[in-house]
T-cell receptor, first 111, second 114 residues
Framework: DAKTTQPPSMDCAEGRAANLPCNHSTISGNEYVYWYRQIHSQGPQYIIHGLKNNETNEMASLIITEDRKSSTLILPHATLRDTAVYYCIVRVGNYGQNFVFGPGTRLSVLP | DVKVTQSSRYLVKRTGEKVFLECVQDMDHENMFWYRQDPGLGLRLIYFSYDVKMKEKGDIPEGYSVSREKKERFSLILESASTNQTSMYLC????FGSGANVLTFGAGSRLTVL
């Protein structure tokens, strides 16, 4: 199973870009990288996903290295409401059903 | 705009009681999942289902069973609740397939077993 490694915690100043790294050195060629976040006492919320190319949506940008062994989630202008635990996930399983959640990165956006 | 609905947000049960946690999704997803989340342990998969009446054990199925009689509904059952099953339970669903399929979560059910 492809696993991910993330720093346990990070701080970011409000209004600045938050760059959250993820290492997935054992990822296989057809596995996608997904990012979710979880605000306290709520269910995880989908942010973005990608395979090879960089991706951007209304919430964030995802930068995947050319060798696909790592990626970075970018929140361009962090707000206090972005304080959450962020999970980087690589899909595993026979049919790709299972999502394995690691401990994630606790991002604190500071005023 | 609610897509995955968990029947109870908070429950308090007594040891030995039978507990049903219900989950309904309106996105016509084939896959449905039950996770539990505990401090310091992250999300752990209990069971998942990729079709009606089909189920697969996850990482921690002991003490739990599931039921999927209809595509949109996936129930988690605690036959005899114990205090170590006090936890946040999260239901999720996704489309079937090995491509890019987003996992959509419900709001969670916080169960306390006394």
């Amino acid at each position: 199973d492809a696993k991910t490694t993330q720093p346990p915690s990070m701080d970011c100043a409000e209004g600045r870009a938050a760059n959250l790294p993820c290492n997935h050195s054992t990822i296989s060629g057809n596995e996608y990288v997904y990012w979710y976040r979880q605000i306290h006492s709520q269910g995880p919320q989908y942010i973005i996903h990608g395979l090879k190319n960089n991706e951007t949506n209304e919430m964030a940008s995802l930068i995947i290295t050319e060798d696909r062994k790592s990626s970075t989630l970018i929140l361009p202008h962090a707000t206090l409401r972005d304080t959450a635990v962020y999970y980087c996930i690589v899909r595993v399983g026979n049919y790709g059903q299972n999502f394995v959640f690691g401990p994630g990165t606790r991002l604190s956006v500071l005023p | 705009d609610v897509k995955v609905t968990q029947s109870s947000r908070y429950l308090v049960k007594r040891t030995g009681e039978k507990v049903f946690l219900e989950c309904v999704q309106d996105m016509d997803h084939e896959n449905m999942f039950w996770y539990r989340q505990d401090p310091g342990l992250g999300l752990r998969l209990i069971y998942f289902s990729y079709d009606v009446k089909m189920k697969e054990k996850g990482d921690i199925p002991e003490g739990y069973s599931v039921s999927r009689e209809k595509k949109e509904r996936f129930s988690l059952i605690l036959e005899s609740a114990s205090t170590n099953q006090t936890s946040m339970y999260l239901c999720a669903s996704s489309l079937f397939g090995s491509g890019a399929n987003v996992l959509t979560f419900g709001a969670g059910s916080r169960l306390t077993v006394l």
